[in-house]
């Protein structure tokens, strides 16, 4: 089995806390009896850590060969060195050069992967640029900011196998990107500094989900948020939800803390570095390469985890129960793409519409709430349309 | 010109009032001077109050011959009678019965309008059956509900009219239905009790654009908030937005106030009115006929306004500033209609674009916010996906 | 009986209002059969409408001669003539000159009161003033702003009876001031404008029970608040807390809607009014003469209920709940006076702390909610300290 | 000069975080040159870490000879190491057993103390047991637990130093014991267990001002919230702000995270613990020993840190904005005892109002923060009362 992690001798800790995150992931445990992998060989790709290290485990516990691979900056040694306790080949080791990151990713992609699930498609694309794709019937990618340069691909038709856009199952979006992302990186910036927000003027850049959940929290938690947008329908929601918006550069000077929720490139510049003040923090939720210009920084202003998404890099992710659901659509994503993926087209898919709502269901009934249903009478109503 | 009102000498008062409403109407006067209606006949069917009469007055400014009917229960017999000394034709008085209401919308059709902007969609529907469409180029319509049958219809083969779906834009439900209805329903419910939100337990029934602004100002005005739900990512999001989630009847023993807002007949069964406690209050946001069934109310349980959606039928609507968005919109549907509309194919159409974000943005210059704008850079990285 | 109403046919609508809110008032219901008044005559001044009648009425059965007089502007016609029609003397009606209620009152004095329940100290000082005291055993006092001049007098030797400080009962300001002043008093100036909060800026002056509980329920609506102050501890909370905190003319040209929550006579000033903007509007919560400086308010800006309490000129008070405590209060205070009244010093006295923990205590049984009790181990250890 | 510590080394690491958390200390800054402790010798004790070592620092600069202990538990030896490169006197190590921490005590105390700034008034009372107050011109306290046994012992007559409730400055509870912990106590519970709140059932036991400022934080990251009191206008409060209101027992088994935050011992006790649903975590804030009965936790329940105050034990106590004022008040302490202490009774005192006022007006220009005056009309308002 390939192996190329720090310390094995780790692998107690990293048991433990994998069993703790286990304690709180009802969902990832309801599907794990009803996925058939067996004989697949699924390349995973994920921010190691005692959440993702389920999906690995229930992966296997499904028939399948299970390969992970993790840059360094985001791997847990004591992690790695548990999941190879339990037979998963682990190629993530937090002492890792960027070369040997990726030499890990080629490693991955030369043992012949029937699935793919990426984060960032990073690894999606390097199999396109170093003609890996092999026998890889499909992939999945969970973030918002991988799916985008895989829809330009589509676009051009580069693409050459079916994507599942993990990332816009609403099980998903609706719950990771707002209140995981929100609260993970809310905290890990307090967290980090050990500033309040309480009183403190809170700049958010971007107003989609993440940011949406990031202005939350931050008034939730005492800040007075100013929201920054190019979009005019996001600028008014904010506005009608109470927070002030301004263009970015106005709004520096103010700001105590900035978060960059944009996941675009040159977000905040050397320029608005340049416009605050001595103390600001400025710190990237979700986030690409480059949101931030950290290159040059001003004295007296903090960039982060160096523009890493702060959430990620500097803390653990996002709460448990939120990986849970985010997991187990992934997991189906890949049952689905080993049932279905050879007869899909080489392009972005949404995950089917039933698997999304199973998620859903099963959350809600781990977390015991009813629903109700609509009565002989409401159908009617529907139907007819009034 | 047609006029059937009440009283001619409440003019004054109804000017005064027309005026005060149009102080902060920024978007509906910025858009007036780019509409041509000349020689049209328009139809409008509204609650007749200060800000939609200022729709009535652009739409004659515009050159339009206008028609405006109302039913008597949403009539405010001053505003007609401004409107009538203001060159708008108006039938709509506070005291007519219902067939009184009926001939009214009779007559209007009769006139022979070139586009009718309808409110329920009662009169587009009345139009096809009584075979009363003459040259009628199209419709705007402005409720949920009211589009849901014409949908049916279409989707029948039934519907002989393009129809825009102002309720569909986003310069529209956005606001109107979260902040809008949210705001005044829940205000509307405590003006006619007396009572206070605060520490009381108010059901909310139905999470959709409606729901999610009465949970959200009933919460923020102190009560504990039950969310019900029939659909599972819905039920999702309202328990992670912290409310608590159950199946109606198992929260009616608990709940000081009820509000049915899922659009849906039979929501709040004699069965759940009889599972609540004496004292409870039972009111309608947004709201179709028997939502409530409120024939047979126990004693000691009170339905606001019969039944009817509680912020039209007791109070004055919508906030002022949420209107103008809506109104300005359908001032928008309305000359598209009349430059566009022949062209058209009889089904319901979404606003174009362009229109729905002009208003957006005439908006924010109203309000003095500003947007940045995506630089050379930025554009880039969007034009290859990373 | 003395009785100067308006219309006495008004009595059937008058009751029907006065039971709607008895249904709310498990408190004053609780205490009104251990009242015992047989024989004595109460003067009450309070803002005549449902709830207050119910005081009226409670005072009534425990067997007082109650004389109730209220200013014209803050009288109900109906709830009047309802009262009179149940035995209660009433001076009160809406079409009143400032003379005819000076005399109402004077004519309520010369009745030869035992208690008098006063609203602003307005009687209270009369009677001394004019030399009208007589048997007057004492007096409580519900108001804030109505107890300050009577501890100036206090202190300069002039009072002459024993005032029961009702406003100072934790019973009444936790609840009354923050959340029954502060809902009702956003709730009347949003109706009497039509206007909405999500996305104005509020100003709120003073920071106060009445001031924290406006600025809370104004952004709980979506409003930005700044608040401005005088009182230093009172500026940094409110920062804490999330408002933005600056002086009051600084402010005025960024307000949509000013509360001035101060008590304080010149709080907002033609100087303030000039720096407002056009559409900007002033209201007052809670409130003394003067508060607003109303007699020259520039074009444009528009000062509601004439600079007069905006909840209690232009709506109905407070919400029934709320009341419900007050009106117990002063009920048991009116009770305490005619017991021990007389062995009581001329000056501004607390109402005894079991009777204010009583009304607390019978609003958790009206609610339903348990307290736990110290353990003997708990009482042990807050016994030595630790 | 005394030092026990773990590892001087460490000192580089020290200097740098003292040096972050200063840069957001701008009150303590401020009084910094105003104090003169020229030849004293102060006791500290406090949670050792990058904040309060600026007070150490601050005290050193006006000329103090300081001493500092910490228990094992609270102290970073990284800290302790740069105070001592620093010229203070550290007896305070995180390998320390209890024995070696209660020398530490006693040795400090040996060494002649003019002034000692407490925490938990373990160590004053120390003293008076031990019979070493020798020429203790009197001591700071900064808890609410640390002064209850205070003032038994004062009412015993047993206290024989005065001691200034530094926890009693408005300066020092309305922000850290709402905010600071509040805040603070939230986030470490959520670090520790990697858990979120949206949707969370959390109770909170006491809503004294740490429990309403726990309470805030919870709902504000989206947990529903339940409170738990002994005192029925704190019960009313909670309810009016709408948190639910039950007794502890009756609320455990919908639990999933409890805070106790009453500073009473057996707040939580086997009986509570066994209640709670396998899952359920249980966190102090604030705290005193025996607050939580963690000696014999049902398998399935957590309690986090032992037991202890959760953000001390577990993260690094508030958030340095907070503690820059409380640290500002317990220095201004120190300096009023060496100039008034002699004259000081042994009982416990308030902070003279106008020191307390001091520290607030310096945050208020810290900030940016201006005040409005009362002008002379209102002076004059104000004398006459009204």
Redesign the interface.
Known sequence: MLADIRDASLRTRGLERIA??R??MPVLNAIAGELDLTGRTVGLVLVLE??TANLALTLRDAGADVIVTCPASETADDVAAALVSEGVAVLARSDASPERDRDSALRMLREGLDVLADDGSRVVRLAHAENLLGGLIGAAEETT?GL??????ADRGELRIPVLAVNDA??KY??DN???TG?SCV?AA??LT??????AVCVVAGYGYVGQGVAR?A??????VVV??????A???A??????????L?ACPDADLVFSATG????V?REHLRAMRP?AVVAVAGG?PDEVEAGDVPAGVTVLAEGECVNCAA??GN????MDLSLAVQALAVDHLVRRGSTMAPAVHLLPEELD?RV??L??RA?G???????A??RE??????
């Open positions: 703790w995150a304690r709180s005692p959440k900011s985008r340069p895989l829809r330009v691909m609403r099980s609706l719950f707002v209140h995981g609260q905290m307090l967290d050990g500033l309040q927000l309480a009183g929290y008034r939730a938690l005492g800040a007075r920054t947008e190019v979009e005019p329908f600028a008014l929601r506005h009608h939800e109470g927070y002030e918006v301004r263009p970015l106005d675009v490139a040159h977000t510049t103390g690409v803390a653990e709460p448990i129960e939120i709502e859903a269901r959350k809600l977390l709430i009813g629903l109700d249903t609509p009565s009478r409401q109503f529907l139907g007819r349309g009034l």
